[in-house]
């Protein structure tokens, strides 16, 4: 059950130009697995056309360096403890999702 647990939960990954997504989850009653409980719709023209802006918001995003950072490597010291999600990640608010600026033509 691993392998569609994971399906389900990087298919409902919020896209781009999304700031938050939220889903129903269905969870084992021993808390052992959980599942997102959602199929995202969207029909193929629109949903070609948001990654189209993205591609080309991100391509003007990464030239200018706003949110792109180098990465550095090696990503993870030999030393360095490993990150606890409580700490880092649950306290953090999301990113602004992505959008185009576009002339008032």
Same mark, same amino acid.
């Given at each position: 059950y691993i392998p569609?647990?994971?399906?389900?939960l990087i298919e409902n990954m919020p896209m781009p130009?999304?700031?938050?997504r939220n889903v129903n989850t269905i969870y084992h009653t021993t808390?052992?697995?959980?599942?997102?409980?959602a199929v995202p719709f969207c029909i193929e023209p629109v949903y070609m056309a948001q990654w189209g802006t993205m591609w080309i918001t991100m391509r003007?995003? #990464? %030239?200018? +360096?706003r949110h792109? #950072? %180098?990465? +550095?490597?090696p990503p993870f010291d030999d030393e360095e403890p490993p990150l606890d999600y409580g700490d880092n990640?649950?306290?953090?608010?999301?990113?602004?999702?992505?959008?185009?600026?576009?002339?008032e033509q």
């Open positions: 569609h647990a994971v399906y389900k130009w999304e700031q938050v808390g052992a697995i959980t599942f997102c409980n003007r995003e #990464k %030239r200018d +360096r792109f #950072k %180098r990465m +550095r490597f990640v649950l306290d953090v608010e999301p990113l602004e999702a992505i959008q185009m600026q576009l002339d």
